[in-house]
Structure formats: C-alpha cells, structure tokens
C-alpha cells in the first residue's frame, strides 16, 4: 500500500513577487477623492453627467453561479436582475433530468458554503446526490433566502452592447427588453450549451428522441421499448444502467470509450461528516486545496519512485476509493508523463477486462486514443458490467458509423437498427458556447465572439480586455470544470463582490484588464496545459468535441489553490493589470501576475518549503553534502545505451569522467561536457539526467570529466583540467566510439563558462577541433552587477549571493577579467565554433549568457539565442522534473545535430 502520508500538503510559504521589474504604471490617481462609504454602490453618479442605469447588476443564469450572485449582490445592496432562460431555478440542475443524472463530487462539498444552517435545515441522503435532490436543495436554498424577487425567469439574454459614454451596458432579451447595467456577470455555466444531434436524418424518426442536456420534466417510460444511447461520456455513463433497466433492448453507440469508475455511491459516511465538524476550516481548506475538495491534494510522488508492487495497490486504493479526484491524482506525473499515465490506464483497461465478460466488447470499452484523465473521466455504477446484460449491446461508430437515422431507427455502414427512442447524450460546446451565444459588443462595437475567434482570452477566467465591467464566472482560463464547481463559483462570486466594492470605495465606474495582463495570464494558461497531456486528447476540454472550435485548452490546469493564490494576488498589488476608471480619472497599475512557468512555481515553492539555509552561510564540505542531498531524490532521466566511469589524465593528476553512449549502433559524434556547480560543488555525474537527456536527445556519446574544484584548487585549475580532457577525449576518440573530428562542448553554469573558455584556447592553440559549443545558462563575466543579477537576485534557485560566494572560493578579483574564467572578456572571439546559448528569464547569470551570444554574433560566429520564458537556472537540468524545460532540451539537441551534421557534409556547413 502507498504511504498516503508521503502525500501530505506542505505548508506554502509567501509568494515571491514575480512581476517585480513590469511596468508599472499608474494614470491620474484619486488620491485627493475621499472614499466612499461601501453601502454607496454604483448608482451613485449624483454630480457627473453619467446617466443612472437601469440596475448595477445583470446576471445571466439561475443555476448555482446565479443564485449565489444574488444572494451576495441583494445583500451587499445592489440593483440587480437575473435573467433565466429556464422557467425556474437550476441551471444544469435543471435541464439535465435524465435517468441517473447525480453529481460527482461529493454532495456535502458541492454545495453553497455561505450558509452554515445547512445541517439543521438539510440533509444530504446520499454520498452523490441525484438531479432530483439537488434541484430541491437549491429551491430550498432559493426559498430560505428570498432569492426568486430578483430573477426573470423564461427569459434570454441575446445582446449587450457596451455604451462607452454611459459606462454601462446596454442588455437586450428576446422578449426584446432593453435593461442598462453598471455590470454583466455571465453565470451560464460551463456545460449549457448542448450540442446539436450531428446525425443525418434526425427529423425522419418517428419515435421518440431524447436529450440528456434537455430531458422532459414528465416521466420517461422505456419499459419494453428498443432503446439507442448515442454517446458515452458522463451523461450516456450515468444513464445507460439505469435505461438497460427498463429497455427490452438497449444498443449503445460509443464514438469514445471514457474511463470511468465506480462511484460506489451510499449514504454520507461518518467520516464525511466528521471532517466537517469544523466546517469554517473545512470550507476554507476547500478553497486551498487542488481541485476545491479539502484533504484531497496534488500528489507529489512521482509514479516510477516507488515499486511496482506499491503501484499496482496505490492504482487499486484509487480504483476502490469511489472518489474521483482520488483517481485523478494518484501520481505526480500521472498527467505529465506518457509512461506515468500509461500503466494507471492500463491498470483501468484491465478492470475493465475483468468486469466485461465479452472479449470484444471490453476491447471496445477499453479507451486507447487518449490518456487517462486527460478527457473528463467519469464516475459510474454498474456501467460496466451492464454490457453484461444479453439485452443490451455496444456498437463501436467508428468501426461502423452511423450513416443515418431512418424513420424507424440507425443504419450504420452495415447494419440497420430499429429503435423506439434515441437518446442523444452527446454534449456540449463546453466553457465558451453559453458565454458566445450571447452577441456581446464591447468597445467600438467589437464583438466578443470575433475578439474570441480563435480561442478564447481572459485575465484569470474573469474578464477580457474590451469589454469593461463583464465578468465570467467560471469561464475560460480559470479551474472552472476542473475544480468543484461549487467551491470555484463561490471563489468567482466573491472576488467579483469585492471588486465591485472597491471600484465603489474608489469612485470608479469602470474595469477592464490591459492587453499586457490579458496576454500574461492566457500564456500562464497554455504553460500549464502544456507541461501536461491534456492538449494531446481530442476533449471538449480542448474544444476538440465542436466542429469548426478553436483547438485551445479551456480550463486552467494549474489547480483551484495556485488560482486562488492568483486572484488574491492581483488585489493584493492594487488590481495588478486592471485598468479602473470613473468620471475624474483612471487609474492603471499594469503587468503580469504570473511569470515563471508553473513546475518552476512549483519546484521554487517546495523547495522554500524546506527552509534551508544558504549555502553560502556553510563551510565549504557541508555545502558539497547539501548539494548532493538536493540532488539525490530527483528523477534520473532516460535511459540509454551504455554508461562506462573511467578516468582520464588532467592537468595535474587524474580526473574522473563518466560516458554516456546511446542505444543506437555507433561510431557517433562525441560531446565533452562540464557541469554545473560554481567551481566548488558537484563532479562528473552530478549532472546525469541532462548528460542522459542530452545523450538520447541528440544521439552523441556525452563524456561528463570532472575538473579540480575549489576552493582547494583556484583559477585556472578547472579550466587547465576542462582543457585537458577536451585534448584527451579527441584523442583517443575511435576507442570510446566516437568519431574523430565529430567534437563538440557543452556545460551548464560555471561548465557553460568553462566550455566557453576551452573553445578559445583551443582556436588559440591550434587544436583540437571543436565543431560546436552548448553553453547552459553559462557564466561568461564575472560581473555580479548586471540587471540580473540584480533583478533575479533572490528567489529563483541560484542567488547572486552564492555566485559572489562561488568566484570568492574560485577566483582572485585581479584575475576576473582573464577570459579562461570570463569568456566575454577575450578581445577576438571570431573563428569560434558555432554556439547555442541558452539564457534563462530568472536567473542571476541570464545577461552573461545574452552579451555573450551577442558578442559571438558580433564577431561573426554562427550563434543561436534561446531565450528561456518564465524557466530559472536549473530549468534544464531538473530532468522530468521541470517539463518546462524539455523543448529547450530539445532544442540544444538539435543545435548538436546540426553541428555534427554541418561538418559531415560540406554542402549543410554552408
Ligand atoms: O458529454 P461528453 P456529457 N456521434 O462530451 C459522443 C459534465 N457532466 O454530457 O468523445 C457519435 O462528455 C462523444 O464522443 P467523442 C462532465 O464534466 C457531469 O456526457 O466526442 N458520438 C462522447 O462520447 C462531463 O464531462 C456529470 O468522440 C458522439 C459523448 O457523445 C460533461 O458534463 C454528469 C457524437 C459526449 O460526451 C459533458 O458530459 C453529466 C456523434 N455525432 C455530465 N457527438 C456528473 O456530475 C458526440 N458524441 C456526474
């Protein structure tokens, strides 16, 4: 069994303010304005030629999002008007009545937080309650609260133009009202808008056709009726036991296998409701936990760290857990790593295998075209094993399509079907599709929709630049339908609430992000999905479902707690790119919230966590011990070929040096590299995940050679030693496999400086042949002053102090200027190999590698900038770790092949 324990939430320690160094600008400030008191809301424009509007609040929508905002917004002394399409309270609650329709997030945390009577007035009866239970629940809580007065039921909202004169908008219904708001605040919902039937032939069938997304309100009856499902996701899973119940003949048409699980479904647990004895910490915990369920939290064990034996029951415990967010983190890099996702999917394929009976039909249901968890994965009861019922079939479409609905049932590619009812559970244009059905224009007449064209852009899912005082609750770009929804509706609400109150407090009128906020938070957005597998899947959270949809990752991935820790933050630093303005001014303090890409945040906010002390506040041997503690637990890297430790002769004695050649029949090119660790820490293998990375990446045998270290051996030791194993490994180049003249140099840090320096001396000396260079994040100055090293200077792994520790142990302050410790210090850097230089954002050493690569460039040497967004100084060499730093992987080992390349053939050399 998995030692849970190893998953406890650490605590998290303050952000680093990572916008530091953005503009910031500020326009005319109200500072001379008293503040107003908060109960005076908007509709104070007493004194300004701004007409009053008809209300301060329109909220679109009377689900969960709906109510809530009405209850805040009626409390806190609003004007508001909720328009609903429905003829009553609900939103997905509503429409979604089809048999079997339960939630699944547990009932006691899928529920409204702001009133903690519940349990006197409420009781869940179920772990997952169903449609009918829920939809009671919020009448129950629409009634206690007086909240039906504010909503217009029966009732579309179809446009809203935005007056810019007026500062405010200007709704329009389709009974053609015209209602002006202060603010529009979009609760419709991320799963509203249902899908059209995409079949040929619909209006043909004459039986009965159903929707899940809008079932009758009166009874279904299918007793002793043939019954077609077409789909299987949440909705065909949860409906299609209970429909096999009743039907004579169930036929089910799966486009999609999903993964699913069993809900295990009961009465609330004791344990349930004991976690809820202090239920203000436990909502609370909620709002800073992963995905808004308290006690369930990322996990931070890496699948392969631990045996198979402890795998396949930590797989089991999820599968028995009938929790879905369990099943959802059962590894760290279960959502990262292909072969992580691989064996839990397997594992699941393998349930399913064991339930099925029929070989076929469980191959069928097996899913084999998407990772696990990266479409929405469901939670079922007996969905499996239904399958198991001679009565009920499984047709897979895309072995055989659906050609068409005839008059009296399908015809696939070959075979007809006759039905009494189709039961369409097929979904929806999920997150944008409620949010563009409305013709919102903004400033100058844009339309979001074309604003939206390709893909949808918010600051924090909240709102979009052009479009002042609009607010999405739930929408794209933030964890919206990878959270609890009720936990991230509340969030939303509540920040939208105090945002109001502050524009109030500040005379303002009007909000909007900046372009510079609004692009920082969609590319936050797209660095979370990327460093995972859920682009990789053809789900509607990628808009993969809809024809013709912009193929984007909706949802932000990145978890309800760093979201929320986003938002605080924002406020916290006077609406961080957030343009206000009223009728005496505006004001703007423009930038990005987030900066470093996300494993980074992660990587830095763990390790804070641990709360060591500087390295250059130890003697010299507990540093050492530090750094290779540190190193230890991290992933190892690929696997490959061969590695053989041998030793080779240095400057003043013999060095250690470990080879790494790749699985593939060699000779191959050879690359000599030199490791990281500021001259006095590390050796030849502390970098063996980037020298295997860079061996498989670029199918070269790396030769790692150590140097002398300081302090014991100052300047020029290392470098003297580096010189030496260069003219060693092309020496003896056909013995290690290599092929002679194929050589080239590589290192990271203080390795990246000293493989600059040899590439030099071995222009200067006349040999041996360096056909390319590789310098990682190098040190080429040894000016610990430039504006890196003042703006990265704490924070983001390596300090400027430690550096400044690292050339006091190194180097005398006489000696700094001699280019076999400062590169960029040569007078002539032409006739050098060409270079890749890799320069990270945060990182103290990003301007050394940035006026180097611009001095090989000046001097006429090929040279290939890559500028590292949002990555820190270990970004590369945290292999598995820090996924953010693959593509620069990659990246260098394309630079090496093409370096190799270039010399073998003389016409690519050109
Ligand atoms: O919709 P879906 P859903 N021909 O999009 C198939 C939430 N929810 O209503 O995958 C044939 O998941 C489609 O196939 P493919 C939950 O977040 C929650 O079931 O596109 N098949 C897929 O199999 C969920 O994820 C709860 O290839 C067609 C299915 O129809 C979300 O709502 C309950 C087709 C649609 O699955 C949506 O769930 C219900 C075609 N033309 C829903 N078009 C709970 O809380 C589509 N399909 C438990």
Not at 892 to 909: I, K, M, N, Q, Y
Request: aromatic share 10%.
């Amino acid at each position: 069994m998995a030692d849970d324990s190893k998953q406890a939430t650490f605590e998290r320690p303050a952000r680093r303010n990572d916008a530091e160094g953005v503009e910031v600008k500020y326009c005319r400030t109200q500072d001379s304005r008293s503040a107003r008191s908060d109960d005076q809301r908007m509709t104070d424009t007493a004194g300004t030629d701004r007409p009053t509007p008809d209300v301060d609040v329109v909220v679109v929508g009377a689900g969960i999002a709906g109510l809530y905002l009405a209850y805040r917004l009626s409390r806190a002394g609003y004007r508001l008007r909720v328009f609903e399409a429905a003829d009553d309270i609900g939103g997905t609650w509503y429409w979604n009545r089809y048999p079997g329709a339960r939630v699944d997030v547990p009932s006691v945390d899928y529920m409204f937080s702001f009133d903690p009577d519940w349990r006197r007035d409420w009781q869940w009866t179920e772990k997952y309650a169903t449609q009918p239970e829920i939809l009671r629940y919020l009448n129950h809580v629409a009634d206690k609260h007086d909240l039906r007065r504010h909503i217009t039921f029966s009732t579309r909202v179809q446009h809203a133009d935005w007056d810019d004169d007026a500062s405010l908008w200007r709704v329009r219904t389709d009974g053609g009202v015209e209602v002006t708001s202060r603010f529009v605040v979009m609760a419709t919902g991320c799963l509203s808008m249902p899908k059209p039937a995409e079949v040929d032939g619909l209006e043909r069938f004459a039986g009965e056709v159903y929707f899940t997304s809008a079932w009758p309100h009166e009874p279904v009856d299918f007793t002793g009726k043939r019954v077609a499902v077409i789909g299987t996701g949440s909705s065909g899973i949860q409906s299609i036991p209970v429909i096999a119940q009743q039907a004579r003949e169930l036929v089910v048409f799966q486009r999609t296998p999903n993964f699913s699980f069993p809900a295990l479904n009961g009465p609330l647990s004791p344990e349930k409701l004991a976690q809820l004895t202090s239920e203000a910490e436990y909502r609370a915990a909620a709002r800073m936990s992963f995905g808004g369920i308290p006690m369930m939290e990322r996990s931070i064990i890496p699948t392969f760290s631990v045996s198979e034996t402890e795998r396949q029951q930590r797989y089991e415990h999820a599968w028995q857990s009938g929790l879905l967010f369990e099943t959802l983190t059962v590894y760290a890099d279960v959502g990262i790593n292909p072969a992580a996702n691989h064996e839990f999917a397997e594992f699941v394929r393998n349930k399913i295998r064991s339930i099925v009976d029929d070989p076929q039909t469980a191959a069928d249901l097996c899913p084999t075209d998407h990772p696990i968890g990266m479409k929405r994965p469901c939670l079922d009861t007996n969905y499996y094993a239904t399958y198991n019922s001679p009565h009920v079939r499984l047709v897979n479409v895309r072995k055989h399509p659906i050609r068409q609905v005839t008059e009296t049932g399908i015809d696939t590619a070959d075979e007809s079907f006759s039905f009494d009812a189709i039961v369409f559970a097929t979904g929806f244009d999920a997150v944008t599709g409620a949010i563009s059905a409305v013709d919102f224009r903004g400033r100058n007449g844009v339309a979001l929709k074309d604003k939206w064209a390709n893909g949808p852009q918010t600051y924090l899912g909240l709102t979009t630049t052009g479009f002042p005082n609009l607010f999405f609750i739930t929408g794209p770009g933030s964890p919206s339908v990878l959270s609890n929804m009720a936990v991230s509706i509340e969030q939303h609400a509540d920040w939208v609430l105090d945002c109001l109150g502050h524009l109030s407090t500040g005379g303002f009128d009007a909000i909007e992000p900046t372009e510079t906020a609004e692009a920082g938070w969609t590319q936050h957005v797209n660095d979370c999905a990327d460093i995972t597998l859920y682009p990789s899947a053809n789900s509607w959270y990628m808009g993969a479902n809809v024809p013709g949809k912009p193929r984007v990752f909706l949802p932000y991935c990145g978890g309800v707690d760093f979201y929320a820790l986003s938002c605080d933050e924002v406020v916290a630093r006077d609406y961080l790119g957030f343009s206000r303005s009223g009728p005496d001014g505006s004001r703007c303090n423009d930038g990005v919230v987030r900066r470093l890409q996300p494993d980074v945040e992660m990587v830095l906010m763990e390790a804070a966590a641990l709360n060591l002390p500087p390295m250059e506040s130890m003697p010299v041997a507990d540093a050492r011990a530090l750094y290779a503690q540190m190193l230890a637990p991290l992933p190892p890297g690929p696997d490959v070929g061969e590695i053989a430790d041998g030793v080779l002769p240095g400057a003043a004695g013999d060095l250690a040096y470990r080879l790494y050649r790749p699985a593939t029949p060699g000779p191959h090119p050879i690359v000599v590299y030199f490791h990281g660790g500021g001259y006095v820490l590390g050796d030849a293998i502390s970098d063996d995940p980037l020298c295997r990375d860079l061996c498989v990446r670029s199918d070269t045998i790396i030769v790692s050679a150590n140097y002398r270290h300081a302090p014991e051996h100052r300047f020029p030791a290392a470098v003297d030693d580096a010189m030496a194993a260069l003219r060693w490994v092309a020496d003896n180049a056909p013995g290690l496999g290599g092929i002679p003249g194929q050589l080239a140099v590589c290192g990271w840090s203080a390795g990246g400086g000293i493989a600059a320096a040899v590439c030099q001396l071995a222009r200067d000396m006349g040999g041996p042949v360096v056909v390319g260079q590789v310098l990682l994040m190098p040190a080429t100055s040894g000016d610990t002053t430039s504006a890196s090293y003042t703006e990265n200077a704490d924070g983001y792994g390596l300090t400027t102090p430690l550096m400044r520790w690292f050339y006091d142990h190194y180097i005398d302050a006489a000696d700094r200027s001699d280019p076999r410790f400062a590169p960029l210090s040569a007078v002539d850097l032409s006739g050098l190999p060409p270079a890749i230089v890799v320069a990270a954002e945060f990182d103290p050493l990003r301007d050394d590698g940035e006026a180097y690569a611009a001095a090989l460039d000046a001097a006429g040497v090929p040279t290939e900038l890559v500028r590292a967004r949002g990555a820190i100084h270990q970004s590369i060499s945290m292999v598995d770790l820090v996924v953010s730093g693959a593509p620069i992987r990659a990246q260098t080992a394309d630079a090496l092949r093409r370096f190799f390349a270039a010399t073998r053939t003389p016409e690519l050399a050109s």
